[in-house]
């Protein structure tokens, strides 16, 4: 059974970089076929995908983090980690990791939901 | 992109009723659409994808419905471990994004 668990500073100033990494048990990062995303929710505000990064390390970025945001994994470690650059308050969150379910269709891509879920972790960036 | 509209916001509820909540779509998703539960402090929960389909473990009182742009999750009979945060998520726009609704608290 898959178990996920996000780690990392809590409080980051501005203008800095928030790092975070996702710790897997269960399965293996590199597994084929297994997807791993990061999605965060600000204080009020619904979720936001950040990312994705495959069992090969290809990684999709969200358009709109995409200058900012860098994904990959750490097979020894059996992890995920993300880097977030350039932080302002904006990006205060409660982040998490999941595994991206993803299928291929043949007439409309790769798509897919989330599960399971680490249990999240909060990063506040102020000085 | 993709707007997922939630409502209500907030939708209270008394044990043992019945809840519905919708998830409106921007545009078609066709029945690209999955529901989560979130409760403070704990791991986000899957309990439908694909508008229908309930996930491994889920009790059948959670019953998801619709497609094209108009989705809702019924919950039966609200149990007290019911009471949360319930999200709705596209993802037939990926690429560029899924996205996701903003929310209905389900409150006693």
């Known amino acids: 059974q898959l178990q996920l668990q996000e780690s990392g500073p809590g409080l980051v100033k501005p203008s800095e970089t928030l790092s975070l990494t996702c710790s897997v048990s269960g399965g293996s990062v590199s597994s084929d076929s297994y997807y791993w995303g990061w999605v965060r929710q600000s204080p009020g505000k619904g979720l936001e995908w950040i990312a994705t990064?495959?069992?090969?390390?290809?990684?999709y970025y969200s358009p709109s983090l995409k200058s900012r945001v860098t994904v990959s994994l750490d097979t020894s470690k059996n992890s995920l980690s993300l880097r977030l650059t350039s932080v302002t308050a904006t990006d205060t969150a409660i982040y998490y990791c999941?595994?991206?379910?993803?299928?291929?269709?043949?007439?409309?891509?790769?798509?897919?939901?989330?599960?399971?879920w680490g249990q999240g972790t909060l990063v506040t960036v102020s000085s | 992109e993709v707007v997922m509209t939630q409502s209500p916001a907030t939708l209270s509820v008394s044990p043992g009723e019945r809840a519905t909540l919708s998830c409106r779509a921007s545009q078609s998703v066709s029945s690209d659409v999955a529901w989560y539960q979130l409760k403070p402090g704990q791991a986000p929960r899957l309990l439908i994808y694909a508008a229908s389909i309930r996930a491994p473990g889920v009790p059948a009182t959670f019953s998801g419905s619709g497609s094209g742009t108009e989705f809702t999750l019924t919950i039966s009979s609200l149990q007290s471990e019911d009471f949360a945060v319930y999200s709705c998520h596209q993802y037939n726009d990926w690429p560029p994004a899924p996205t996701f609704g903003g929310g209905t608290k389900v409150e006693i």
């Open positions: 990064i495959s069992y090969a390390g290809f990684a």
């Open positions: 999941a595994r991206h379910v993803l299928f291929y269709y043949e007439d409309s891509g790769s798509k897919g939901w989330f599960d399971p």
